[in-house]
Every structure is written in structure tokens, then in C-alpha cells.
């Protein structure tokens, strides 16, 4: 990859449409493997866009994902329209879930999510305002 | 032990098929909470899930995953075989239980960790 190569991609996420949920991810983790970045560090990266992506499909009113691939590492920026999170440091507890009956009844609301990116991630930021929205910052560096 | 003698000796029934059924399977995951298999499964690992839905080829293909067992005779949507089969995912079903197709897979030698 060239040193000053910079890939911009951006993916708009509907609320609740869970025929493309996984659809951003997929494509983001194809084009980190097609530039060379090495599978684990690309697995990484698909986690963590992931379940970014699934949180906005399933908790919001809808969103973007927003990627910057670096010679040195990838930036994934998600944001939402709401209706943000109350309490930020609860949802980032590994099982807390506020996912409704059925939406459990197809796998999700583990309350993993949040904790899967912060691990996956070498930096995680998340900032939410209720009904306004949540925007998470992760940065996974390809070294 | 490959994906393809596994698909022999527990007669698993090839509902998408891919390429990589040579591929060697040496530990596996069971679970059917994906953010669960999204932390804990180990790449090229075989998935035992009840889920039937097309997230389920999400997860395998984002997890890196070998193949995915879609256990107690749980029918995958259409949508899910489709998926898969456009993902290259192999995704097998059977009639067996979770805890049936997990025992008989360590006894060949597939592990959990
Ligand atoms: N984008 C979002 N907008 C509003 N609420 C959110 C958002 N993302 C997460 N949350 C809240 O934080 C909780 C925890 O999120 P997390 O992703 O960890 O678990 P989950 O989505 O409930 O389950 P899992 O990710 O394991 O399937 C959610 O249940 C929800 O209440
Ligand atoms: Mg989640």
C-alpha cells in the first residue's frame, strides 16, 4: 500500500433492517484484506464495525458508518440519530442489554456489543446525548 | 479432522456449500448468542448454533469462521442459504442436538479450546 493511500468509505445505516445488518462490515473487511492488512488485525477491524453497525440497525433510529483506512490503521466513526444512551458506563458493562424479546429470540442483546469493541479496538471512544444520539470512534492499528 | 469427513461421519446435510471443505477443523464454538461467538470463537474454528436467521452467515464470515452447524433440526430462512452460498459460507444442518453434534465432534479430536 502506498504511504500516502488514504480509503474513504461511508455506509448508511437503516433502523431495523437486518437484510443488509452485516452488509457494511462485510464489504469493510473485504477491502482491509484485499490492501493486505494482516487477517488478524482484519478480523479486528469486521468485529468491531460490526456490532457498531448491528447497535445502530437494532437500538437506533438509523445511521453512518463512516471508514478511513490509513497505511497505519483503520478509523471506523458511527453515528447515530438517537435516541442516545442514558447511561453510558451501564451499557458498557458486558450483559447489560436492553434488546427486546424478539430481537433475542435471533441472538442478540448478550450485551456484548459495546465490550466487543472496546477489546477489539486499540482506541474506543463513545460519547451519546439522549435523544439526540450516539457517536463511537474506534481506531485498530494495522501494527 | 476436515470440514468434509465431519460432513461424513455425522451425516450433516450440505445446505451451502464452499469452497475449503478440506480445510483442517481443530477447535469449534458453540452458541447461539452471536455477540458471544463474535468474542469467543477462534478463527477457522465450527460454529453449533440453533439460529436459523441470515446474520448467522454475517457472524461467520466477520468471525472468519470454517463452517457453521445449524443444529436440532432447525430449518435456516431461505434468505440465510442464499446468503451463505453468495458469502462462500458452509453452512450444514442435522437433527442431532447442540450437545449431540458437540460431543461427537470431540471425540474427533475438535476441541474447545
Ligand atoms: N446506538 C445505540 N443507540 C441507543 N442505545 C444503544 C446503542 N448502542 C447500544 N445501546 C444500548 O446499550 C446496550 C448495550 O449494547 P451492547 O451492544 O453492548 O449489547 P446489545 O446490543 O444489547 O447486545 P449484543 O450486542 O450482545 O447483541 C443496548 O442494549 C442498548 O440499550
Ligand atoms: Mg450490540
Known sequence: MNSRQVINLEFQLKSGDFEFAGEASSQIKRIVQQIGVKPEIARRIAICAYEAEMNVIIHSQGGIIRVEILPEQTDLYVEDRGPGIDDVNLAMQEGYSTAPDHIRNMGFGAGMGLPNMARCSDEFTITSEVVVGTKIHMTIRHI | ?113
Request: hydrophobic residues 50%; charged residues 20%.
Open chain 2, 1 to 113: 479432522m476436515t470440514i468434509g469427513e465431519i460432513i461424513n461421519k455425522l451425516s450433516l446435510n450440505e445446505v451451502a456449500t464452499a469452497t475449503g471443505l478440506d480445510k483442517n477443523i481443530k477447535k469449534g464454538y458453540v452458541s447461539d448468542l452471536l455477540s458471544n461467538v463474535m468474542a469467543f470463537a477462534s478463527a477457522d474454528s465450527i460454529w453449533i448454533t440453533m439460529q436459523g436467521h441470515q446474520n448467522v452467515v454475517a457472524v461467520a464470515v466477520l468471525a472468519g469462521l470454517a463452517a457453521v452447524i445449524i443444529a436440532g433440526g432447525v430449518k435456516p430462512e431461505v434468505e440465510t442459504v442464499d446468503k451463505a452460498v453468495s458469502e462462500g459460507v458452509i453452512l450444514l444442518t442435522t437433527n442431532l442436538s447442540s450437545f449431540e453434534v458437540v460431543g461427537r465432534l470431540y471425540e474427533l479430536d475438535v476441541r474447545g479450546e
